[in-house]
């Protein structure tokens, strides 16, 4: 499967952004899905994720970014409501088709990525 992230962008602090990911290639409903993001001096690290079971969040962005699907245009969403300049980074939409609970915060999981896109958050 081959992934396409957008939207991005800059953004003030306390303020939105909604970012997509489109996903080609393949049986889209076969796949989970995730969004992993890298920041500057920091290592990679998740943020959410989506399999049959449920959502799933890092601590860090739980109440204030919602991830999502939509099969029937082989989307996946990660909608990001009160943004901090923390959250800064690049922004990774991943996929896999056989990642389990235990392993879904784990970037190693995912043999699908995305291209990556930037979202900068202004104090």
């Known amino acids: 499967v081959q992934l396409q992230a957008s939207g991005g962008g800059l953004v003030q602090g306390g303020g939105s952004l909604r970012l997509s990911c489109a996903a080609s290639?393949?049986?889209?409903?076969?796949?989970?899905f995730a969004w992993f993001r890298h920041a500057p001096e920091k290592e990679r690290e998740f943020v959410a994720g989506?399999?049959?079971?449920?959502?799933h969040y890092a601590d860090s962005v739980k109440g204030r970014f919602i991830i999502s699907r939509e099969n029937v245009k082989n989307m996946v969403y990660l909608q990001m409501n009160s943004l901090k300049p923390e959250d800064t980074g690049l922004y990774y939409c991943?996929?896999?088709?056989?990642?389990?609970?235990?392993?879904?915060?784990?970037?190693?999981?995912?043999?699908?990525w995305g291209q990556g896109t930037l979202v900068t958050v202004s104090r």
């Open positions: 989506l399999r049959s079971g449920g959502t």
């Open positions: 991943a996929a896999s088709s056989s990642v389990i609970l235990s392993a879904m915060r784990t970037s190693a999981a995912y043999a699908y």
């Open positions: 290639g393949d049986t889209f409903s076969r796949y989970k």
